[in-house]
C-alpha cells in the first residue's frame, strides 16, 4: 500500500508516543502506511489486555493507549 501523507512537523516525527515498547510517532506512520492500519496499535493492545504494559510507571502521564489512538487517528485522516 502507497500512502502520500502530508508531514507533520518534522521535530514530531522521533516523538515517543508508547513508552512501554519505545514506538514514536514515525513508527506508527511507517506501519500505517506499510499494513494500511496500525499493527503496532494491536500488538499494545494485546499486550495491555495480558498485562504487559507498564505505562503507568514509564509512561511520564501514566498511559500510552490514548496517545497511540490519537496518532493512529491522526494518521488516518491524513491519508484519507
Not at 494500511?36 to 496499535?41: E, P
Not at 487517528?73 to 491519508?79: C, F, N, T, V, Y
Amino acid at each position: 500500500m502507497t500512502t502520500n501523507l502530508s508531514e507533520p512537523d518534522d521535530h514530531n516525527k522521533d516523538q515517543l508516543i508508547c513508552y512501554c515498547f519505545s514506538y514514536t510517532r514515525n513508527d506508527l506512520e511507517q506501519d500505517f502506511i506499510k499494513n494500511g492500519r496500525s499493527l503496532i496499535m494491536e500488538r499494545i493492545m494485546a499486550e495491555k489486555r495480558i498485562g504487559g504494559c507498564q505505562c503507568a510507571t514509564t509512561n511520564p502521564s501514566g498511559k500510552c493507549l490514548a496517545d497511540v489512538h490519537r496518532v493512529v487517528d491522526e494518521i488516518k485522516k491524513r491519508a484519507s
